[in-house]
């Protein structure tokens, strides 16, 4: 079995910074693949950011210049720099992971539980 946990989020006040970490763990081979999405009350859920295993980024136009996602392979974590954090950016943070459980396995998606991330003055 394969778990994702968030952390990081929070209440902070426009302009301020956040860090959000997603850690991966069980019977994991290789994660492929990570994504950060977020969703907003009554809004659809959207992508924000993602990195290939090569470390190859891309980022939502409403978050580019802001926010920085990263990755640690030996830790299989992934983590969300929010710089210059606006109140559009009040949202539930999600994890994905696409990754295999063996060598040769088929690549499979997880998602976290979600963090919560509260811009407000």
């Known amino acids: 079995q394969v778990q994702l946990v968030e952390s990081g989020g929070g209440l902070v006040r426009p302009g301020e910074s956040l860090r959000l970490s997603c850690a991966a763990s069980?019977?994991?081979?290789?994660?492929?693949?990570w994504g950060w999405y977020r969703q907003a009350p009554g809004k659809q859920r959207e992508l924000v950011a993602t990195i290939t295993s090569g470390g190859n980024t891309n980022y939502a136009d409403s978050v580019k210049g802001r926010f920085t996602i990263s990755r640690d392979n030996a830790k299989n974590t992934v983590y969300l720099q929010m710089n210059s954090l606006k109140p559009e950016d009040t949202a539930g943070y999600y994890c994905n992971a696409k990754l295999s459980q063996r060598l040769g396995g088929r690549l499979d998606d997880y998602w976290g539980q979600g963090t919560q991330v509260t811009v407000s003055s």
């Open positions: 069980g019977s994991i081979f290789f994660i492929y693949h």
